[in-house]
């Protein structure tokens, strides 16, 4: 599935990071994106904080969504884009 979210956004233009689960040093692998799209039924709170907090230092639009499918990931890359 990692893949393809990759792929995916890449057709939008989209350079992506993903992160299935919370590595040790997540807040240095986030960098500062314009966009964080979170799939909040895959991840652990702990990660969503973490991600969250990131975001806000950085400024990041914050994009929540409960399903992680490639349709709805489609879906919010056309709003973003």
Do not use: W
Request: aromatic share 4%; hydrophobic share 40%.
């Amino acid at each position: 599935m990692v893949c393809q979210y990759k792929d995916l956004c890449k057709q939008y233009d989209c350079d992506a990071k993903v992160f299935t689960q919370m590595p040790g040093t997540l807040k240095k692998k986030i960098g500062s994106p314009d966009v964080m799209i979170l799939f909040t039924s895959t991840v652990s709170h702990n990660m969503i904080s973490c991600a969250v907090s990131e975001a806000k230092r950085t400024k990041a639009k914050i994009v929540r969504c409960r399903s992680s499918s490639m349709a709805a990931l489609k879906n919010i890359l056309q709003e973003i884009a």
